[in-house]
Protein backbone atom coordinates (compact mmCIF):
# COMPACT_ATOMS: atom_id res chain seq x y z
CA UNK A 1 0.00 0.00 0.00
CA UNK A 2 2.69 2.77 0.99
CA UNK A 3 4.67 1.28 -2.30
CA UNK A 4 1.19 2.09 -4.63
CA UNK A 5 1.97 5.54 -2.73
CA UNK A 6 5.24 5.87 -3.96
CA UNK A 7 5.28 4.03 -7.64
CA UNK A 8 1.79 6.10 -9.17
CA UNK A 9 3.03 9.26 -8.94
CA UNK A 10 6.52 7.92 -10.04
CA UNK A 11 5.02 6.63 -12.70
CA UNK A 12 2.67 9.32 -13.94
CA UNK A 13 5.57 11.61 -14.12
CA UNK A 14 7.94 8.62 -16.17
CA UNK A 15 4.88 8.19 -18.74
CA UNK A 16 4.13 12.10 -18.93
CA UNK A 17 7.56 13.23 -19.94
CA UNK A 18 7.55 10.37 -22.23
CA UNK A 19 4.50 11.46 -24.31
CA UNK A 20 5.74 15.00 -23.70
CA UNK A 21 8.79 14.27 -25.80
CA UNK A 22 6.73 13.09 -28.55
CA UNK A 23 5.15 16.40 -28.62
CA UNK A 24 8.16 18.04 -28.04
CA UNK A 25 9.64 15.65 -30.79
CA UNK A 26 6.82 16.55 -33.29
CA UNK A 27 7.10 20.16 -33.35
CA UNK A 28 10.78 19.77 -34.26
CA UNK A 29 12.92 19.81 -31.24
CA UNK A 30 15.33 17.23 -29.53
CA UNK A 31 13.35 16.24 -26.28
CA UNK A 32 16.57 15.09 -24.82
CA UNK A 33 17.74 18.98 -25.44
CA UNK A 34 14.50 20.30 -24.01
CA UNK A 35 14.80 18.28 -21.03
CA UNK A 36 18.27 18.89 -20.33
CA UNK A 37 17.49 22.92 -20.76
CA UNK A 38 14.63 22.49 -18.21
CA UNK A 39 17.05 20.91 -15.83
CA UNK A 40 19.92 23.27 -15.75
CA UNK A 41 17.03 26.13 -15.32
CA UNK A 42 16.10 24.83 -12.58
CA UNK A 43 18.83 23.18 -10.70
CA UNK A 44 22.01 24.14 -12.93
CA UNK A 45 23.54 26.38 -10.06
CA UNK A 46 23.01 27.72 -6.44
CA UNK A 47 20.55 30.90 -7.99
CA UNK A 48 18.73 28.75 -10.10
CA UNK A 49 18.00 26.23 -7.49
CA UNK A 50 16.93 29.44 -5.49
CA UNK A 51 14.76 29.91 -7.89
CA UNK A 52 13.07 27.22 -7.79
CA UNK A 53 12.40 26.60 -4.44
CA UNK A 54 10.43 30.13 -4.73
CA UNK A 55 8.41 29.37 -6.99
CA UNK A 56 8.01 26.01 -4.82
CA UNK A 57 6.61 28.07 -2.02
CA UNK A 58 4.13 29.13 -4.79
CA UNK A 59 3.42 25.81 -5.51
CA UNK A 60 2.98 24.72 -1.93
CA UNK A 61 0.22 27.47 -0.95
CA UNK A 62 -1.74 26.51 -4.34
CA UNK A 63 -1.80 22.52 -3.64
CA UNK A 64 -2.82 22.75 -0.41
CA UNK A 65 -5.22 25.20 -1.50
CA UNK A 66 -6.79 22.29 -4.19
CA UNK A 67 -6.07 19.85 -1.46
CA UNK A 68 -8.13 21.11 0.97
CA UNK A 69 -11.12 21.69 -1.49
CA UNK A 70 -11.06 18.27 -2.78
CA UNK A 71 -11.13 17.05 0.84
CA UNK A 72 -14.34 18.05 1.19
CA UNK A 73 -15.46 16.89 -2.23
CA UNK A 74 -15.55 20.45 -3.86
CA UNK A 75 -13.53 21.15 -6.49
CA UNK A 76 -12.08 25.00 -6.67
CA UNK A 77 -10.77 25.54 -10.08
CA UNK A 78 -10.80 29.44 -8.60
CA UNK A 79 -7.55 29.01 -7.06
CA UNK A 80 -6.12 31.98 -9.97
CA UNK A 81 -8.86 34.62 -8.85
CA UNK A 82 -8.64 33.80 -4.94
CA UNK A 83 -4.55 34.19 -5.40
CA UNK A 84 -5.27 37.53 -7.18
CA UNK A 85 -7.57 38.65 -4.86
CA UNK A 86 -5.16 37.57 -1.83
CA UNK A 87 -2.47 39.81 -3.58
CA UNK A 88 -4.30 43.00 -3.73
CA UNK A 89 -5.57 42.65 0.00
CA UNK A 90 -2.04 41.78 0.45
CA UNK A 91 -0.58 45.08 -1.47
CA UNK A 92 -2.93 47.47 -0.17
CA UNK A 93 -1.74 46.54 3.27
CA UNK A 94 1.80 46.42 2.13
CA UNK A 95 2.10 49.19 0.35
CA UNK A 96 -0.53 51.82 2.27
CA UNK A 97 0.42 51.26 6.04
CA UNK A 98 3.72 51.68 7.42
CA UNK A 99 4.45 49.14 9.98
CA UNK A 100 7.58 47.84 11.78
CA UNK A 101 8.23 44.21 10.04
CA UNK A 102 7.77 41.80 12.85
CA UNK A 103 4.40 43.35 12.34
CA UNK A 104 3.85 44.51 9.42
CA UNK A 105 4.50 41.21 7.76
CA UNK A 106 1.99 38.95 9.82
CA UNK A 107 -0.49 41.26 9.00
CA UNK A 108 -0.18 41.29 5.43
CA UNK A 109 -0.11 38.04 5.38
CA UNK A 110 -3.67 38.21 7.30
CA UNK A 111 -4.67 40.35 4.40
CA UNK A 112 -3.71 38.18 1.92
CA UNK A 113 -5.47 35.59 3.65
CA UNK A 114 -8.49 37.28 3.94
CA UNK A 115 -8.41 38.25 0.84
CA UNK A 116 -8.66 34.65 -0.89
CA UNK A 117 -10.92 33.83 1.63
CA UNK A 118 -13.15 36.09 0.66
CA UNK A 119 -13.41 35.20 -2.39
CA UNK A 120 -13.27 31.59 -2.03
CA UNK A 121 -16.28 32.35 0.79
CA UNK A 122 -18.70 33.66 -2.27
CA UNK A 123 -18.04 30.93 -3.89
CA UNK A 124 -19.06 28.62 -0.60
CA UNK A 125 -22.15 31.13 -0.01
CA UNK A 126 -23.53 30.36 -3.83
CA UNK A 127 -23.51 26.55 -2.94
CA UNK A 128 -24.85 26.60 0.23
CA UNK A 129 -27.39 28.88 -0.31
CA UNK A 130 -28.18 28.57 -3.91
CA UNK A 131 -26.66 24.90 -4.78
CA UNK A 132 -24.57 27.03 -7.50
CA UNK A 133 -21.82 24.28 -9.06
CA UNK A 134 -18.38 25.68 -7.76
CA UNK A 135 -16.77 24.92 -10.75
CA UNK A 136 -18.48 27.27 -12.83
CA UNK A 137 -18.58 30.37 -10.18
CA UNK A 138 -14.95 29.43 -9.07
CA UNK A 139 -13.78 30.25 -12.92
CA UNK A 140 -16.75 33.15 -13.28
CA UNK A 141 -14.81 34.60 -10.14
CA UNK A 142 -11.56 34.29 -11.76
CA UNK A 143 -12.49 36.52 -14.61
CA UNK A 144 -13.94 38.85 -11.82
CA UNK A 145 -11.05 39.04 -9.75
CA UNK A 146 -8.17 39.46 -12.88
CA UNK A 147 -10.45 42.24 -14.26
CA UNK A 148 -10.60 44.27 -10.64
CA UNK A 149 -6.42 43.73 -9.98
CA UNK A 150 -6.53 45.49 -13.96
CA UNK A 151 -8.44 48.08 -13.50
CA UNK A 152 -7.16 48.74 -9.52
CA UNK A 153 -3.37 49.02 -11.14
CA UNK A 154 -4.58 50.72 -14.36
CA UNK A 155 -6.28 53.26 -12.00
CA UNK A 156 -6.50 53.88 -8.13
CA UNK A 157 -3.35 51.86 -7.09
CA UNK A 158 -1.23 52.44 -10.04
CA UNK A 159 2.20 53.84 -9.23
CA UNK A 160 2.64 57.57 -9.65
CA UNK A 161 4.85 58.12 -11.91
CA UNK A 162 5.24 55.22 -14.64
CA UNK A 163 3.64 54.10 -17.45
CA UNK A 164 3.31 50.23 -16.75
CA UNK A 165 -0.42 49.07 -15.31
CA UNK A 166 1.36 48.52 -12.22
CA UNK A 167 1.47 49.87 -8.43
CA UNK A 168 4.35 51.22 -6.41
CA UNK A 169 6.55 49.18 -4.68
CA UNK A 170 5.39 47.90 -0.91
CA UNK A 171 7.47 48.82 1.62
CA UNK A 172 10.34 47.27 2.71
CA UNK A 173 9.07 46.27 6.32
CA UNK A 174 6.88 44.23 4.17
CA UNK A 175 9.55 42.50 2.29
CA UNK A 176 9.96 38.99 2.99
CA UNK A 177 13.41 38.81 4.80
CA UNK A 178 16.03 37.17 2.55
CA UNK A 179 16.84 33.52 3.76
CA UNK A 180 20.01 33.08 1.48
CA UNK A 181 22.41 35.82 0.60
CA UNK A 182 22.91 36.62 -3.79
CA UNK A 183 19.71 34.31 -4.14
CA UNK A 184 16.06 35.07 -4.60
CA UNK A 185 15.14 32.77 -1.79
CA UNK A 186 13.37 34.29 0.96
CA UNK A 187 11.85 32.72 4.16
CA UNK A 188 8.33 32.00 2.16
CA UNK A 189 9.54 28.38 1.90
CA UNK A 190 9.23 28.00 5.71
CA UNK A 191 5.79 29.64 5.87
CA UNK A 192 4.99 27.25 3.63
CA UNK A 193 6.54 24.42 5.33
CA UNK A 194 4.38 25.70 8.39
CA UNK A 195 1.63 25.92 6.37
CA UNK A 196 1.65 22.27 5.02
CA UNK A 197 2.58 20.99 9.17
CA UNK A 198 -0.61 22.57 9.88
CA UNK A 199 -2.29 21.17 6.75
CA UNK A 200 -1.15 17.45 8.07
CA UNK A 201 -2.13 18.36 11.93
CA UNK A 202 -5.62 18.98 10.92
CA UNK A 203 -6.67 16.51 8.69
CA UNK A 204 -4.95 14.17 11.39
CA UNK A 205 -6.04 15.59 14.48
CA UNK A 206 -9.05 17.49 13.86
CA UNK A 207 -12.69 16.98 14.16
CA UNK A 208 -13.98 19.51 12.24
CA UNK A 209 -10.80 18.03 9.47
CA UNK A 210 -12.40 14.50 10.05
CA UNK A 211 -16.35 15.74 9.33
CA UNK A 212 -15.02 17.62 6.17
CA UNK A 213 -13.11 14.23 5.02
CA UNK A 214 -16.48 12.55 5.47
CA UNK A 215 -18.40 14.84 3.30
CA UNK A 216 -15.81 14.30 0.69
CA UNK A 217 -16.39 10.72 0.94
CA UNK A 218 -20.01 10.96 0.24
CA UNK A 219 -22.28 14.29 0.95
CA UNK A 220 -25.29 11.19 2.00
CA UNK A 221 -23.32 9.56 4.43
CA UNK A 222 -21.97 12.48 6.06
CA UNK A 223 -25.81 14.15 6.20
CA UNK A 224 -26.88 10.87 7.90
CA UNK A 225 -24.13 11.14 10.43
CA UNK A 226 -25.21 14.04 11.09
CA UNK A 227 -22.57 16.34 9.59
CA UNK A 228 -23.22 20.09 9.39
CA UNK A 229 -22.90 19.50 5.71
CA UNK A 230 -23.43 23.42 4.99
CA UNK A 231 -20.64 24.26 7.62
CA UNK A 232 -17.83 22.57 6.25
CA UNK A 233 -18.80 23.21 2.77
CA UNK A 234 -17.97 27.23 4.00
CA UNK A 235 -15.05 26.06 5.97
CA UNK A 236 -13.74 24.33 2.97
CA UNK A 237 -14.20 27.08 0.17
CA UNK A 238 -12.46 29.86 3.48
CA UNK A 239 -9.69 28.18 3.79
CA UNK A 240 -9.11 26.82 0.33
CA UNK A 241 -9.45 30.08 -1.00
CA UNK A 242 -7.08 31.99 2.24
CA UNK A 243 -4.70 29.26 1.42
CA UNK A 244 -4.75 30.73 -2.50
CA UNK A 245 -4.55 34.37 -1.14
CA UNK A 246 -1.35 33.09 0.63
CA UNK A 247 0.34 31.89 -2.34
CA UNK A 248 -1.23 35.75 -3.50
CA UNK A 249 1.15 37.19 -0.85
CA UNK A 250 4.10 34.97 -1.30
CA UNK A 251 4.09 36.23 -4.94
CA UNK A 252 3.94 40.11 -3.82
CA UNK A 253 6.04 40.07 -0.85
CA UNK A 254 8.46 37.92 -1.89
CA UNK A 255 9.27 38.12 -5.40
CA UNK A 256 7.62 40.96 -7.53
CA UNK A 257 7.45 43.26 -4.23
CA UNK A 258 4.39 45.42 -6.20
CA UNK A 259 0.99 43.95 -7.50
CA UNK A 260 0.34 44.01 -11.85
CA UNK A 261 -1.48 42.72 -14.37
CA UNK A 262 -0.17 38.95 -14.68
CA UNK A 263 1.06 38.91 -11.51
CA UNK A 264 0.36 34.85 -11.58
CA UNK A 265 1.17 33.16 -14.60
CA UNK A 266 -1.67 30.32 -14.33
CA UNK A 267 -0.26 29.59 -10.64
CA UNK A 268 -3.44 28.73 -9.62
CA UNK A 269 -4.14 26.22 -12.15
CA UNK A 270 -0.72 24.15 -11.24
CA UNK A 271 -2.32 23.82 -7.81
CA UNK A 272 -5.00 20.97 -9.31
CA UNK A 273 -1.20 19.19 -10.44
CA UNK A 274 0.58 19.31 -7.58
CA UNK A 275 -2.13 18.22 -5.21
CA UNK A 276 -3.57 15.44 -7.21
CA UNK A 277 0.15 14.31 -8.10
CA UNK A 278 0.47 14.21 -4.06
CA UNK A 279 -2.17 12.33 -3.46
CA UNK A 280 -3.68 15.62 -1.66
CA UNK A 281 -1.68 14.78 1.17
CA UNK A 282 0.52 17.31 3.02
CA UNK A 283 3.92 15.34 2.33
CA UNK A 284 2.90 14.04 -1.35
CA UNK A 285 2.26 18.59 -1.94
CA UNK A 286 5.68 18.84 -0.50
CA UNK A 287 7.05 16.65 -2.94
CA UNK A 288 4.79 17.25 -6.12
CA UNK A 289 5.31 21.37 -5.52
CA UNK A 290 9.00 20.80 -5.90
CA UNK A 291 8.79 19.37 -9.45
CA UNK A 292 5.99 21.64 -10.52
CA UNK A 293 8.40 24.93 -9.13
CA UNK A 294 11.21 23.45 -11.13
CA UNK A 295 8.45 22.65 -14.24
CA UNK A 296 8.37 26.74 -13.82
CA UNK A 297 11.70 27.64 -13.63
CA UNK A 298 12.90 25.37 -16.61
CA UNK A 299 9.78 26.58 -18.62
CA UNK A 300 10.99 29.92 -18.51
CA UNK A 301 14.31 28.86 -19.44
CA UNK A 302 13.23 27.11 -22.38
CA UNK A 303 10.97 29.71 -23.66
CA UNK A 304 14.47 31.89 -23.36
CA UNK A 305 16.55 29.65 -24.95
CA UNK A 306 14.79 27.49 -26.99
CA UNK A 307 12.09 28.05 -29.73
CA UNK A 308 9.57 26.02 -27.82
CA UNK A 309 6.91 28.35 -25.51
CA UNK A 310 6.30 27.94 -21.34
CA UNK A 311 2.99 26.35 -22.34
CA UNK A 312 4.81 23.29 -23.09
CA UNK A 313 5.00 22.74 -19.64
CA UNK A 314 0.94 23.16 -19.23
CA UNK A 315 1.07 19.58 -21.25
CA UNK A 316 3.13 17.75 -19.25
CA UNK A 317 1.09 18.58 -16.67
CA UNK A 318 -2.47 18.02 -18.07
CA UNK A 319 -0.48 14.01 -18.63
CA UNK A 320 0.63 14.09 -15.48
CA UNK A 321 -2.93 14.82 -13.97
CA UNK A 322 -3.78 12.18 -16.33
CA UNK A 323 -1.37 9.55 -16.05
CA UNK A 324 -2.67 9.97 -11.88
CA UNK A 325 -6.16 9.42 -12.26
CA UNK A 326 -6.21 6.86 -15.38
CA UNK A 327 -5.20 3.82 -15.05
CA UNK A 328 -3.73 3.08 -18.38
CA UNK A 329 -2.51 -0.54 -17.31
CA UNK A 330 -5.73 -1.78 -15.84
CA UNK A 331 -8.87 -2.74 -17.15
CA UNK A 332 -12.43 -2.30 -15.86
CA UNK A 333 -12.05 -2.31 -12.25
CA UNK A 334 -15.07 -3.29 -9.80
CA UNK A 335 -16.24 -0.89 -7.61
CA UNK A 336 -15.92 -2.80 -4.05
CA UNK A 337 -19.68 -3.92 -3.30
CA UNK B 1 -31.40 45.24 -35.16
CA UNK B 2 -27.73 45.61 -35.12
CA UNK B 3 -27.59 44.85 -31.26
CA UNK B 4 -29.76 41.91 -31.82
CA UNK B 5 -27.37 40.77 -34.66
CA UNK B 6 -24.51 40.93 -32.07
CA UNK B 7 -26.19 39.03 -30.30
CA UNK B 8 -26.76 36.27 -32.06
CA UNK B 9 -23.26 36.72 -33.17
CA UNK B 10 -22.19 36.40 -29.75
CA UNK B 11 -24.77 33.62 -29.17
CA UNK B 12 -24.16 31.17 -31.72
CA UNK B 13 -20.66 30.23 -30.78
CA UNK B 14 -21.65 29.04 -27.18
CA UNK B 15 -24.79 27.93 -28.07
CA UNK B 16 -22.65 24.49 -30.43
CA UNK B 17 -20.75 24.35 -27.53
CA UNK B 18 -23.98 24.11 -24.96
CA UNK B 19 -25.51 21.38 -27.30
CA UNK B 20 -22.68 19.63 -27.40
CA UNK B 21 -22.37 19.73 -23.27
CA UNK B 22 -26.14 18.97 -23.43
CA UNK B 23 -25.93 15.54 -24.95
CA UNK B 24 -22.84 14.46 -22.78
CA UNK B 25 -24.53 15.32 -20.11
CA UNK B 26 -28.02 13.87 -20.73
CA UNK B 27 -26.05 10.59 -21.28
CA UNK B 28 -24.50 11.20 -17.98
CA UNK B 29 -21.09 12.77 -18.71
CA UNK B 30 -20.03 15.81 -17.16
CA UNK B 31 -17.78 17.23 -19.17
CA UNK B 32 -15.44 20.09 -17.27
CA UNK B 33 -13.63 19.90 -20.38
CA UNK B 34 -15.68 21.94 -22.79
CA UNK B 35 -13.41 24.57 -22.38
CA UNK B 36 -10.16 22.95 -23.99
CA UNK B 37 -12.48 21.37 -26.45
CA UNK B 38 -13.49 24.75 -27.87
CA UNK B 39 -9.85 25.97 -27.91
CA UNK B 40 -8.73 22.78 -30.11
CA UNK B 41 -12.09 23.22 -32.47
CA UNK B 42 -10.74 27.07 -32.26
CA UNK B 43 -7.04 26.29 -33.17
CA UNK B 44 -7.70 23.75 -36.14
CA UNK B 45 -10.67 25.99 -38.09
CA UNK B 46 -8.00 28.45 -38.30
CA UNK B 47 -5.60 25.95 -38.68
CA UNK B 48 -7.65 24.49 -41.68
CA UNK B 49 -8.82 27.89 -43.27
CA UNK B 50 -5.22 29.19 -43.39
CA UNK B 51 -4.66 25.72 -45.27
CA UNK B 52 -7.12 26.03 -47.80
CA UNK B 53 -8.28 29.27 -48.08
CA UNK B 54 -11.58 27.76 -46.81
CA UNK B 55 -13.76 28.65 -43.65
CA UNK B 56 -15.70 25.07 -43.80
CA UNK B 57 -12.70 22.91 -44.46
CA UNK B 58 -11.47 24.62 -41.68
CA UNK B 59 -14.80 23.31 -39.81
CA UNK B 60 -13.86 20.31 -40.70
CA UNK B 61 -10.44 20.11 -39.08
CA UNK B 62 -12.46 21.36 -36.00
CA UNK B 63 -14.64 19.08 -36.16
CA UNK B 64 -12.27 16.15 -36.80
CA UNK B 65 -9.64 17.65 -33.75
CA UNK B 66 -12.44 18.05 -31.30
CA UNK B 67 -13.78 14.33 -32.15
CA UNK B 68 -10.49 13.28 -31.54
CA UNK B 69 -10.20 15.03 -28.67
CA UNK B 70 -13.67 13.43 -27.38
CA UNK B 71 -12.31 10.10 -28.36
CA UNK B 72 -9.37 10.34 -25.78
CA UNK B 73 -12.21 11.88 -22.78
CA UNK B 74 -14.33 8.99 -23.52
CA UNK B 75 -11.42 6.55 -22.98
CA UNK B 76 -10.44 8.27 -19.96
CA UNK B 77 -14.25 8.39 -18.60
CA UNK B 78 -15.83 5.36 -20.32
CA UNK B 79 -13.19 3.24 -20.78
CA UNK B 80 -11.14 3.34 -17.88
CA UNK B 81 -13.52 5.15 -16.02
CA UNK B 82 -11.73 7.68 -14.66
CA UNK B 83 -12.96 11.04 -12.84
CA UNK B 84 -15.18 12.67 -14.89
CA UNK B 85 -14.08 16.01 -13.49
CA UNK B 86 -10.43 16.05 -12.75
CA UNK B 87 -10.15 14.20 -16.49
CA UNK B 88 -11.67 17.40 -17.82
CA UNK B 89 -9.54 19.79 -15.77
CA UNK B 90 -6.12 17.83 -17.02
CA UNK B 91 -7.64 18.73 -20.75
CA UNK B 92 -8.53 21.97 -20.53
CA UNK B 93 -4.96 22.42 -19.50
CA UNK B 94 -3.89 20.25 -22.19
CA UNK B 95 -5.56 22.38 -24.61
CA UNK B 96 -4.40 25.10 -23.72
CA UNK B 97 -0.45 23.99 -23.75
CA UNK B 98 -0.97 21.88 -27.05
CA UNK B 99 -2.65 25.21 -28.68
CA UNK B 100 -0.04 27.52 -27.86
CA UNK B 101 2.85 25.81 -28.93
CA UNK B 102 1.17 24.11 -31.90
CA UNK B 103 0.15 28.11 -32.96
CA UNK B 104 3.89 29.47 -32.29
CA UNK B 105 5.38 26.23 -33.92
CA UNK B 106 3.22 26.87 -36.92
CA UNK B 107 2.63 30.40 -37.19
CA UNK B 108 5.61 31.77 -35.23
CA UNK B 109 5.49 34.80 -33.39
CA UNK B 110 3.66 37.51 -35.60
CA UNK B 111 0.27 38.03 -35.07
CA UNK B 112 -0.89 39.70 -38.06
CA UNK B 113 0.08 36.24 -39.85
CA UNK B 114 -2.66 34.51 -38.33
CA UNK B 115 -5.60 36.61 -40.05
CA UNK B 116 -7.35 33.64 -41.88
CA UNK B 117 -10.53 33.54 -44.08
CA UNK B 118 -13.59 33.38 -41.84
CA UNK B 119 -17.00 32.83 -42.78
CA UNK B 120 -18.55 34.60 -45.71
CA UNK B 121 -22.14 36.24 -45.25
CA UNK B 122 -25.55 34.80 -46.44
CA UNK B 123 -28.41 37.47 -45.96
CA UNK B 124 -27.99 39.08 -42.34
CA UNK B 125 -25.69 35.98 -41.32
CA UNK B 126 -23.19 33.46 -41.98
CA UNK B 127 -24.20 29.72 -42.32
CA UNK B 128 -23.09 28.67 -39.10
CA UNK B 129 -25.96 30.98 -37.01
CA UNK B 130 -28.26 29.39 -39.26
CA UNK B 131 -27.25 25.99 -38.34
CA UNK B 132 -27.46 27.02 -34.76
CA UNK B 133 -30.73 27.79 -34.63
CA UNK B 134 -31.94 25.06 -36.97
CA UNK B 135 -29.92 22.87 -34.29
CA UNK B 136 -32.31 23.52 -31.84
CA UNK B 137 -35.32 21.51 -33.41
CA UNK B 138 -33.46 18.95 -34.77
CA UNK B 139 -31.90 18.44 -31.45
CA UNK B 140 -35.64 18.69 -30.01
CA UNK B 141 -36.38 15.32 -32.34
CA UNK B 142 -33.23 13.65 -31.92
CA UNK B 143 -33.83 13.39 -28.23
CA UNK B 144 -37.25 13.13 -27.38
CA UNK B 145 -38.68 11.67 -30.88
CA UNK B 146 -36.24 8.77 -31.77
CA UNK B 147 -34.75 6.16 -30.25
CA UNK B 148 -31.75 7.35 -30.21
CA UNK B 149 -32.45 9.99 -28.05
CA UNK B 150 -34.40 7.66 -25.42
CA UNK B 151 -31.07 5.30 -25.28
CA UNK B 152 -29.27 8.80 -24.49
CA UNK B 153 -31.04 10.12 -21.83
CA UNK B 154 -31.72 6.68 -20.89
CA UNK B 155 -28.23 5.95 -19.92
CA UNK B 156 -27.69 9.47 -18.16
CA UNK B 157 -31.32 8.78 -15.72
CA UNK B 158 -30.97 4.94 -15.20
CA UNK B 159 -27.90 3.34 -16.81
CA UNK B 160 -28.70 -0.22 -14.95
CA UNK B 161 -32.16 -0.66 -16.81
CA UNK B 162 -30.66 -0.20 -20.39
CA UNK B 163 -27.62 -2.66 -19.26
CA UNK B 164 -30.27 -5.31 -18.37
CA UNK B 165 -32.07 -4.31 -21.90
CA UNK B 166 -28.94 -5.90 -23.56
CA UNK B 167 -27.58 -2.36 -24.55
CA UNK B 168 -23.81 -1.37 -24.12
CA UNK B 169 -24.43 1.62 -21.85
CA UNK B 170 -20.38 2.37 -22.49
CA UNK B 171 -20.78 2.60 -26.25
CA UNK B 172 -24.05 5.08 -25.84
CA UNK B 173 -22.08 7.21 -23.71
CA UNK B 174 -18.93 6.69 -25.91
CA UNK B 175 -20.77 8.19 -28.77
CA UNK B 176 -22.75 10.54 -27.25
CA UNK B 177 -19.19 12.44 -26.20
CA UNK B 178 -17.80 11.95 -29.68
CA UNK B 179 -20.58 13.80 -30.79
CA UNK B 180 -21.15 16.01 -28.00
CA UNK B 181 -17.16 17.13 -28.86
CA UNK B 182 -17.54 17.99 -32.83
CA UNK B 183 -20.43 20.41 -31.82
CA UNK B 184 -18.10 21.45 -29.29
CA UNK B 185 -15.52 21.92 -32.19
CA UNK B 186 -17.75 23.93 -33.87
CA UNK B 187 -18.72 26.37 -31.35
CA UNK B 188 -14.85 27.16 -31.17
CA UNK B 189 -14.48 27.18 -35.24
CA UNK B 190 -16.92 29.92 -35.08
CA UNK B 191 -15.40 31.86 -31.96
CA UNK B 192 -11.94 32.03 -34.53
CA UNK B 193 -13.43 31.95 -37.60
CA UNK B 194 -16.91 33.90 -37.44
CA UNK B 195 -16.57 36.13 -34.59
CA UNK B 196 -13.12 37.04 -35.45
CA UNK B 197 -10.85 35.57 -38.25
CA UNK B 198 -8.05 34.55 -36.25
CA UNK B 199 -6.66 32.47 -33.07
CA UNK B 200 -4.95 34.14 -30.20
CA UNK B 201 -3.77 32.11 -27.20
CA UNK B 202 -6.65 30.74 -24.55
CA UNK B 203 -9.09 32.78 -27.00
CA UNK B 204 -12.03 30.76 -25.30
CA UNK B 205 -11.68 33.22 -22.21
CA UNK B 206 -14.04 31.22 -20.24
CA UNK B 207 -17.51 30.80 -22.75
CA UNK B 208 -17.25 26.65 -22.14
CA UNK B 209 -17.83 26.99 -18.03
CA UNK B 210 -21.00 29.50 -19.42
CA UNK B 211 -21.97 26.51 -21.92
CA UNK B 212 -21.85 24.60 -18.90
CA UNK B 213 -24.03 27.15 -16.77
CA UNK B 214 -26.26 27.53 -19.89
CA UNK B 215 -27.31 23.65 -20.19
CA UNK B 216 -27.93 24.11 -16.27
CA UNK B 217 -29.77 27.39 -16.71
CA UNK B 218 -31.90 25.99 -20.04
CA UNK B 219 -32.87 22.93 -17.55
CA UNK B 220 -31.68 20.50 -20.10
CA UNK B 221 -33.47 21.03 -22.87
CA UNK B 222 -32.70 22.30 -26.27
CA UNK B 223 -34.96 25.03 -26.63
CA UNK B 224 -34.27 26.07 -22.40
CA UNK B 225 -30.58 25.84 -23.75
CA UNK B 226 -31.46 28.28 -26.57
CA UNK B 227 -32.96 31.03 -24.47
CA UNK B 228 -30.17 30.51 -21.63
CA UNK B 229 -27.33 30.98 -24.37
CA UNK B 230 -29.62 33.77 -25.82
CA UNK B 231 -29.21 35.73 -22.24
CA UNK B 232 -24.68 34.83 -21.85
CA UNK B 233 -25.03 36.49 -25.87
CA UNK B 234 -26.19 39.71 -25.05
CA UNK B 235 -24.10 40.05 -22.13
CA UNK B 236 -21.35 39.71 -24.50
CA UNK B 237 -23.11 41.62 -27.15
CA UNK B 238 -23.33 44.29 -24.26
CA UNK B 239 -19.20 44.26 -23.75
CA UNK B 240 -19.02 45.74 -27.45
CA UNK B 241 -21.75 47.84 -27.64
CA UNK B 242 -20.62 49.68 -24.37
CA UNK B 243 -17.03 49.77 -25.43
CA UNK B 244 -18.14 51.09 -28.31
CA UNK B 245 -20.29 54.14 -27.18
CA UNK B 246 -17.56 55.18 -25.10
CA UNK B 247 -19.87 55.52 -21.51
CA UNK B 248 -16.98 56.54 -18.90
CA UNK B 249 -17.42 53.47 -17.11
CA UNK B 250 -13.91 51.83 -17.16
CA UNK B 251 -13.04 48.67 -19.19
CA UNK B 252 -12.21 46.04 -17.41
CA UNK B 253 -15.96 46.78 -15.28
CA UNK B 254 -17.51 46.29 -18.60
CA UNK B 255 -15.27 43.21 -19.41
CA UNK B 256 -16.35 41.68 -16.21
CA UNK B 257 -20.09 41.41 -17.21
CA UNK B 258 -20.61 37.92 -18.94
CA UNK B 259 -18.87 36.50 -16.03
CA UNK B 260 -20.87 38.33 -13.32
CA UNK B 261 -23.74 37.21 -15.60
CA UNK B 262 -23.19 34.00 -15.45
CA UNK B 263 -22.53 33.79 -11.40
CA UNK B 264 -25.71 35.78 -10.79
CA UNK B 265 -27.89 33.18 -13.50
CA UNK B 266 -26.17 30.33 -11.98
CA UNK B 267 -27.05 31.34 -8.48
CA UNK B 268 -31.05 32.38 -8.67
CA UNK B 269 -31.66 30.07 -11.50
CA UNK B 270 -29.51 27.28 -11.15
CA UNK B 271 -30.59 25.14 -8.20
CA UNK B 272 -33.72 24.03 -9.56
CA UNK B 273 -32.06 22.77 -12.54
CA UNK B 274 -31.78 18.85 -11.51
CA UNK B 275 -29.85 17.11 -13.92
CA UNK B 276 -29.92 13.30 -15.38
CA UNK B 277 -29.50 11.12 -12.08
CA UNK B 278 -26.00 9.39 -12.95
CA UNK B 279 -24.27 12.33 -14.04
CA UNK B 280 -21.08 11.86 -13.59
CA UNK B 281 -21.12 8.85 -12.39
CA UNK B 282 -18.79 5.83 -13.89
CA UNK B 283 -20.82 2.97 -15.34
CA UNK B 284 -19.54 -0.06 -13.68
CA UNK B 285 -21.46 -2.98 -15.58
CA UNK B 286 -20.39 -5.89 -12.29
CA UNK B 287 -21.32 -3.57 -10.06
CA UNK B 288 -23.36 -4.83 -6.98
CA UNK B 289 -25.63 -1.46 -6.01
Known sequence: MKVQKVVKPLLSIVLALAVGALVIALVGENPLEIYKAMLTGAFGSKGAT???LVKTTTMIFVGLSYGFAYKGG???????????????LCSLVAIYIKLPSAIHIPLCLLAGFVGGAVWGGIVGILKVKFKASEMITTVMMNYIAIYIVEYMVNGPIKEPKG?????????????LPNLLPKTTLTIGIILALIAAVIYIIYWKYTSTGFEIKMLGASRDVARYAGIRVNKMVMISMLVSGGLG???????VMGVQHKIMEGLTAGYGFDGIAVSLLGGNSGIG???SSILFGALRVGGNAIQMFTSLPIAVIYILQALVILFVVVDVFKSERRKKA | MSFIRAV?????SILFASFGVLIMQLAGVLNIGAEGMMLVGAFFGVLGSSLTGNAFIGTLFAIAAAGITGVLFGYCTVIKKANQVVVGIAFNILA???????????????????KVVGYTDLGPFSLPVYLGIALIFVLSVLLYKTKYGLKIRGVGEYPMALDSFGLSVDRIRFLSIIFGSMLIGVGGAYLSLGQLSFFTEDMVTGR??????????????????FLAVLVFGTGEALVYRLQAIGSGVPTQMILMIPYLLTVIVVAFFGQKGEGPAALGVPFFKNAKE
Open chain 1, 245 to 251: GLAGCME
Open chain 2, 8 to 12: LESST
Open chain 2, 96 to 114: SGLTTTLYRHIFGMKSDST
Open chain 1, 285 to 287: ILF
Open chain 1, 74 to 88: LVNIGIEGQLYMGGL
Open chain 1, 50 to 52: ATT
Open chain 2, 208 to 225: GYIALAAVIFGRYSPVGT
Open chain 1, 163 to 175: TFPQSEKIQVTAQ
